[in-house]
């Protein structure tokens, strides 16, 4: 996991192994700063995906791991925030696990996590939120249709985050109200999150959308919704 964005957010074990791999396969939310840390000689290998747009498909990625690896190279695979919090990264392991490579995973900041502390949202609170959900937006990029029951985890109470929301944003929050959250439930979007160019928005739920629309926040985000949000 290289972490949400801001370079020093990735773990001292990641930063060693960048440093020493021989190959290198990243993501396209990776901070392009990893790519100058690599040793010399390191292949570098854009697998980067884009909604609409696959650079390098699911399955050719996996086939490129065994391939390198199998040729005696130690690899990285840089996923950006948390390999396991939609990072495909279980897809990964089972081809490895088929071809009988050895790994390791090594953790990350995941981008709800990242964002939320850097725009001084809290997630939790003793009065406020016990809970936390994790949901994506957007599943995958060849599907048009929210597939989430959001009513559901707007019933559950929390705090939501929603990753690779923003280009369904007003269906989302059309649907936490129909799930039961009242339209002055605090929320927010971080865009950019843990880097320089970070903005946000913090309103009431039913004037999100408007008010992300007049600010122009932009992809990537991380949608916030939940009473300790306010706080």
């Not at 930063?15 to 690599?38: H, I």
């Not at 290998?45 to 050719?60: A, F, L, M, N």
């Not at 999150?193 to 946000?200: A, E, M, N, V, Y």
């Amino acid at each position: 996991g290289a972490g949400p964005g801001d370079p020093g957010l990735i773990t001292v074990k990641a930063r060693d192994l960048v440093a020493s791999c021989d190959v290198l396969v990243y993501d396209n939310l990776v901070n392009r700063d990893f790519l100058r840390q690599t040793p010399e000689g390191c292949e570098q290998i854009d697998v980067g995906k884009k909604p609409g747009r696959h650079t390098v498909e699911q399955e050719k990625i996996c086939k490129m791991l065994v391939e390198k690896a199998k040729s005696g190279k130690q690899v990285v695979r840089l996923k950006g925030g948390d390999p396991f919090v939609f990072g495909r990264c279980a897809e990964e392991m089972t081809v490895l696990d088929d071809a009988g490579i050895p790994y390791e995973i090594v953790p990350g900041v995941t981008a709800a996590l990242g964002c939320a502390a850097y725009a001084g949202i809290p997630l939790t609170h003793r009065d406020y939120g016990s809970s936390i959900s994790f949901l994506t937006g957007h599943e995958d990029v060849e599907k048009e249709a929210l597939q989430l029951d959001f009513g559901k985890f707007a019933a559950a109470g929390g705090t939501i985050c929603v990753y690779m929301g923003m280009g369904k944003l007003e269906e989302i929050v059309e649907k936490l109200l129909a799930g039961g959250l009242s339209e002055d439930r605090p929320a927010a979007v971080v865009s950019h999150g843990t880097l320089p160019t970070q903005r946000k928005v913090i309103s009431a739920l039913g004037d999100l959308v408007p008010n992300v629309r007049d600010a122009g926040l932009t992809a990537p985000a991380v949608i916030f919704a939940g009473n300790a949000v306010g706080l």
